[in-house]
Antibody, heavy 120, light 108 residues
Framework: DVQLVESGGALVQPGGSLRLSCAAS????????LHWVRQVPGKEMEFVSA????????YYADSVRGRFTISKDNARHTVVLQMNGLRHEDTGMYYC?????????????WGRGTQVAVSS | SSELTQDPDVSVALGQTVRITCQGD??????GGWFQQKPGQAPLLVFS???TRPSGIPDRFSASSSGDTATLTITGAQAEDEAVYFC???????????FGRGTKVTVL
């Protein structure tokens, strides 16, 4: 079965850093694009970042570009989101999801998410 | 960027049909996706593209699109269908895709 399991969420002060990980299993990890999507309660899901199947081309939302870095380790079947310079507005549930390509709205498997809270 | 508009809440009697709509410019040229989300669970893709129902999704779930509006239909709603349903579509802005805010479906 396809599984995506996120970890690393925590309470952190503004300006701090977090490293989110997504461990994947049950599919050919090397052939899929991996995404991070976040949700604030009462608001829509929001694209945060994605990385192509080869792990060579990252994509970022304007709101996180320059602060967040996504990486994909095809040997270890993990995708990591390094989050620096965290802001209150980065608070939310962060989900890992997969798709065949970046330019699609079809994320066919998701994890359960990991909670990030940015507060002093 | 494009926005997707969904009604916040809808209720349906057990065994009846409910239609959930999602409005946005992206649907004029692209078939998006529909997701089911229950509390504490991972979002689940229930329909995608023009006519694709993922393996394991009951055939009471179907979808259609006309103009700028996509519709998810649950024919013969069951108690286990009670959830939030949100839509997705490709985006015309910098982000590759956008999502609707979700419609909470209550099965009475």
């Amino acid at each position: 079965d396809v599984q995506l399991v996120e970890s690393g969420g925590a309470l952190v002060q503004p300006g701090g850093s977090l490293r989110l990980s997504c461990a994947a299993s049950g599919f050919d990890f090397n052939t899929y694009t991996l995404h991070w999507v976040r949700q604030v309660p009462g608001k829509e899901m929001e694209f945060v970042s994605a990385i192509n199947s080869g792990g060579t081309i990252p994509y970022y939302a304007d709101s996180v570009r320059g602060r967040f870095t996504i990486s994909k380790d095809n040997a270890r079947h993990t995708v990591v989101l390094q989050m620096n310079g965290l802001r209150h507005e980065d608070t939310g549930m962060y989900y890992c999801a997969r798709s065949y390509v970046v330019t699609t709205a079809i994320l066919d498997y998701w994890g359960r998410g990991t909670q990030v809270a940015v507060s002093s | 960027s494009s926005e997707l508009t969904q009604d916040p809440d809808v209720s349906v009697a057990l065994g009846q049909t409910v239609r959930i709509t999602c409005q946005g410019d992206g649907f004029r040229n692209y078939y998006g996706g529909w997701f089911q989300q229950k509390p504490g669970q991972a979002p689940l893709l229930v329909f995608s593209g023009r006519d694709t129902r993922p393996s394991g999704i009951p055939d009471r779930f179907s979808a259609s699109s006309s103009g700028d509006t996509a519709t998810l239909t649950i024919t013969g709603a069951q108690a286990e269908d009670e959830a939030v349903y949100f839509c997705s579509s490709r985006n015309t802005g910098n982000h590759p895709y956008v999502f609707g805010r979700g419609t909470k479906v209550t099965v009475l």
